[in-house]
C-alpha cells in the first residue's frame, strides 16, 4: 500500500500523492518560502532530501530480516514474565506481538484517536496562527465534527478540505 504525502506552500495545497510525486513537485516550485511535506495518515511533518535523487542513491549493505516484506529488525525490553509468555504463543514471539498490535490497530477507539492525533499534528503545522485555531483544537479534541467544520468555515480552503478530508 503506497502512502499518500501532501505538500503545503504556506496554506496553498501543492502537490498530493506519492512521496516521489510530492517531492518533483517540491523540487519544481523552489524552496522560497519552502515547502512543507506532511504523511498523510499519521500528519507527521515529512523531510525531504534537497539534494538530487543520484546523490540521494546509496546502496544500503543487506542486513538481517525479511527486506522485501518490510520487517525491521528492533529491539524490545520486557520483562521475564512477558518473554515466557510470548514463548508458549502459537509462532512464538513475533507472531504474538504482530498479532497484538493488530488487534489495538483495528480497535475503533484506537483508530479515532491515532486520525484525531493526526489532523492536530497537520493542523498545528499549517494553521496554528490562523483565528481561531484554539478553538478548533478543543472542538477537535471533544470529538465535535460539526463545531470543527465551523470553526474552520473562514480558514484558506486548501487548509480547511485537508484537515476536514484527514477526519
Not at 511533518?45 to 522485501?68: E, H, I, K, M, Q
Not at 477507539?109 to 484554539?134: H, I, K, N, W
Request: charged share 20%.
Amino acid at each position: 500500500m503506497m502512502k499518500i504525502h501532501i505538500a503545503f506552500v504556506g496554506h496553498r495545497r501543492l502537490a498530493t500523492g506519492s512521496i516521489a510525486e510530492v517531492a518533483a513537485a517540491v523540487a519544481a516550485a523552489g524552496n522560497d518560502p519552502m515547502p512543507l511535506v506532511f504523511d498523510v495518515e499519521s500528519g507527521a511533518v515529512v523531510d525531504l532530501d534537497p539534494r538530487p535523487a543520484a546523490a540521494n542513491v546509496t546502496p544500503l549493505p543487506r542486513g538481517r530480516g525479511r527486506p522485501s516484506l518490510g520487517v525491521v529488525p528492533r529491539e524490545v525490553t520486557l520483562l521475564p514474565r512477558h518473554w515466557d509468555w510470548l514463548a508458549a504463543q502459537p509462532g512464538g514471539a513475533s507472531v504474538a506481538l504482530r498479532r497484538l498490535i493488530d488487534t489495538v490497530r483495528k480497535d475503533a477507539a484506537t483508530a479515532q484517536r491515532s486520525r484525531r492525533d493526526a489532523v492536530y499534528r497537520c493542523m498545528a503545522a499549517l494553521a496554528g496562527d490562523l483565528p481561531g485555531f484554539e478553538a478548533a483544537s478543543r472542538a477537535l479534541f471533544a470529538d465535535d465534527a460539526a463545531g470543527f467544520a465551523a470553526l474552520l468555515g473562514d480558514w484558506p480552503a486548501d487548509v480547511r478540505d485537508h484537515l476536514q478530508a484527514m477526519l
